[in-house]
């Protein structure tokens, strides 16, 4: 990739003009690695002991712009797998309250990621920090799991180190943060998941639960082991909800209404069903 520099607008924000996946209709991306179903103890990432960067200095992030207002407004980290066919585009708002986000971009490279190009703008939502994010190993975008859910974990746990007023409004506030949540989430009422015709070759599973760490990489194993296909997605958290879009295919096909109702209520009993910890066994 050509352009590898950090470019972050300096001085005045420039407004959003709205985020536009590229005009490719159905066009193929490159797809997440699938998981392997004969080692599903590598690929649970549930345990609040996942291991992810520290920031390193306070001093190195903020600007100055944090508030500190009564209302505090809603976390948001967005990762976007299909805006660009050769990068990953992490979105990460609170509001007005973040800076330039220097550490994160310094906790992603540690990592072993790149960050390629970084840009904020502003709207009546508050600043947007978006980055677009490539392997070091190999320049392309995350195709892993695994290591998605990393990123996700990380910028939240750097959000919630400089904006600790956010732990309350985020489900990791429980994990990472100084003050859990103070609501409490419903799963039964909070989870909710659909499944749409995408074209000839695909389906749009959209699924919206609860949050908690490790949600991405099960999802994303649950639907391998039904030997659905995971093309590409998006994973949204918003606050103490997790919303995700994945677009999947089985065998090169839109899923049947039979599959579509196999996938939902295998999605619906991991979702509803209570979370017991490794350790208690």
């Given at each position: 990739m050509a352009e590898m520099a950090v470019t972050v607008a300096a001085g005045?924000?420039?407004?959003?003009?709205?985020?536009s996946p590229a005009a490719s209709g159905n066009r193929r991306l490159a797809g997440w690695r699938p998981l392997a179903p004969a080692a599903p103890a590598k690929l649970r990432l549930s345990s609040p002991a996942l291991r992810v960067p520290r920031a390193a200095s306070?001093?190195?992030?903020?600007?100055?712009?944090?508030s500190n207002t009564d209302t505090v407004p809603t976390p948001k980290v967005i990762?976007?797998?299909?805006?660009?066919?050769?990068?990953?585009?992490?979105?990460?708002?609170?509001?007005d309250r973040l800076g330039d986000l220097l550490d994160?971009?310094?906790a992603l490279r540690n990592l072993g990621l790149n960050v390629v190009k970084a840009s904020v703008c502003l709207d009546s939502s508050g600043?947007?920090?978006?980055?677009?994010?490539?392997?070091?190993?190999?320049?392309?975008?995350?195709?892993?799991?695994?290591?998605?859910e990393a990123v996700r974990l990380t910028i939240i746990n750097n959000m919630l180190e400089y904006h600790p007023e956010a732990s309350s409004q985020l489900a990791m506030g429980a994990t990472f943060g100084i003050e859990p949540p103070t609501e409490v989430v419903d799963v039964d009422i909070a989870t909710h998941i659909d499944i749409y015709d995408d074209g000839p070759e695909r389906s749009l599973l959209v699924v919206e639960s609860a949050?908690?760490?490790?949600?991405?990489v099960d999802l994303v194993k649950i639907i391998a082991d039904i030997n659905i296909t995971v093309q590409s997605g998006e994973f949204d958290t918003e606050g103490l909800l997790a919303k995700a879009k994945f677009h999947?295919?089985?065998?090169?096909?839109?899923l049947i209404k039979a599959l579509q109702q196999v996938l939902a209520n295998s999605l619906r009993?991991?979702?509803?069903?209570?979370?017991?910890?490794?350790?208690?066994?």
């Amino acid at each position: 990739m050509a352009e590898m520099a950090v470019t972050v607008a300096a001085g005045t924000l420039r407004p959003c003009s709205g985020v536009s996946p590229a005009a490719s209709g159905n066009r193929r991306l490159a797809g997440w690695r699938p998981l392997a179903p004969a080692a599903p103890a590598k690929l649970r990432l549930s345990s609040p002991a996942l291991r992810v960067p520290r920031a390193a200095s306070p001093a190195a992030v903020e600007d100055g712009s944090s508030s500190n207002t009564d209302t505090v407004p809603t976390p948001k980290v967005i990762i976007d797998q299909d805006s660009d066919p050769d990068a990953t585009i992490v979105e990460v708002t609170l509001g007005d309250r973040l800076g330039d986000l220097l550490d994160t971009m310094s906790a992603l490279r540690n990592l072993g990621l790149n960050v390629v190009k970084a840009s904020v703008c502003l709207d009546s939502s508050g600043k947007h920090n978006k980055f677009a994010i490539t392997k070091s190993s190999t320049g392309r975008k995350i195709d892993d799991p695994e290591l998605l859910e990393a990123v996700r974990l990380t910028i939240i746990n750097n959000m919630l180190e400089y904006h600790p007023e956010a732990s309350s409004q985020l489900a990791m506030g429980a994990t990472f943060g100084i003050e859990p949540p103070t609501e409490v989430v419903d799963v039964d009422i909070a989870t909710h998941i659909d499944i749409y015709d995408d074209g000839p070759e695909r389906s749009l599973l959209v699924v919206e639960s609860a949050d908690r760490p490790g949600l991405l990489v099960d999802l994303v194993k649950i639907i391998a082991d039904i030997n659905i296909t995971v093309q590409s997605g998006e994973f949204d958290t918003e606050g103490l909800l997790a919303k995700a879009k994945f677009h999947v295919s089985y065998r090169g096909k839109p899923l049947i209404k039979a599959l579509q109702q196999v996938l939902a209520n295998s999605l619906r009993y991991f979702l509803r069903r209570p979370t017991t910890e490794d350790a208690s066994f």
